[in-house]
């Protein structure tokens, strides 16, 4: 079974653009998370999607936003794109998190290297 | 108090030897736990999971939980210079959060 996949691996931007990434989940997999990792902050939550529905969301401004497709891909968008927001942006995805049964494991893509400069 | 604390590292141990992990929580609510390896330039692996009390084991690796203590390691045993990697640990609550510590880097010499 193919993993996590992400496009681009690598994205160069200049400050106030903005940058749209995607993430493609293991088939079968309905839920798909974003995290930020950055060598001060480690890893951090940006949020979550199931089912085309947002469902948990980190402590990000509202510059950082995303969404989910019918076929479960989902894309994150940075828009105004400061230095700060230079990072590995990483999706995850997981079978079915909400379903009751533990213990929701979650599987990460290679994650897309932003440079804002 | 952070929600979760690894042991600070780095951590080196020569080969062969055990390399314990350690990693507190603080969210009671914390349902599944997760030990993920790093290295370096690459995403998260997953290498073990564990949501009940005790051990788990599975091959060379060993998690352990201790939901009372709000406690749970990793333990690798017949430690290898490709073990070298940062450990991520991380929890999942009741309410769907993810939570990851900052990682231990860990050094097997050979």
């Known amino acids: 079974k193919a993993g996590v996949t992400q496009t681009p691996r690598y994205l160069i931007k200049t400050r106030g653009q903005q940058v749209t990434l995607s993430c493609s989940p293991i088939?079968?997999?309905?839920?798909v998370s974003w995290y930020q990792q950055t060598p001060g902050q480690g890893l951090q939550f940006l949020f979550e999607?199931?089912?085309?529905?947002?469902?948990n969301k980190g402590n990000f401004p509202g510059r950082f936003s995303g969404r989910q497709f019918s076929n479960s891909r989902s894309e994150m968008n940075v828009s105004t794109l400061e230095l700060g927001d230079s990072a590995l942006y990483l999706c995850?995805?997981?079978?079915?998190?909400?379903?009751?049964?533990?213990?929701?494991?979650?599987?990460f893509g290679p994650g897309t290297r932003l440079t804002v400069t | 108090q952070k929600e979760v604390e690894q042991n600070s590292g780095p951590l080196s141990v020569p080969e062969g030897a055990i390399a314990s992990l350690n990693c507190t929580y603080s969210?009671?609510?914390?349902?599944?736990f997760f030990w993920y390896r790093q290295y370096s330039g690459k995403s998260p692996e997953l290498i073990m999971f564990?949501?009940?009390?005790g051990d788990k084991e599975d091959g060379r690796f060993t998690a352990q939980l201790n939901k009372a203590s709000q406690y749970v390691s990793l333990l690798i045993r017949d430690s290898q210079p490709s073990d070298s990697a940062t450990y991520l640990c991380?929890?999942?609550?009741?309410?769907?959060?993810?939570?990851f510590g900052d990682g231990t880097t860990l050094t097997v010499k050979p």
């Open positions: 088939s079968g997999h309905r839920s």
């Open positions: 999607y199931f089912s085309e529905t947002q469902r």
């Open positions: 564990i949501y009940s009390n």
């Open positions: 991380a929890f999942r609550t009741n309410a769907g959060k993810s939570t």
């Open positions: 995850a995805s997981s079978l079915d998190p909400f379903s009751g049964r533990a213990p929701y494991e979650q599987y």
């Open positions: 969210d009671r609510g914390s349902q599944s």
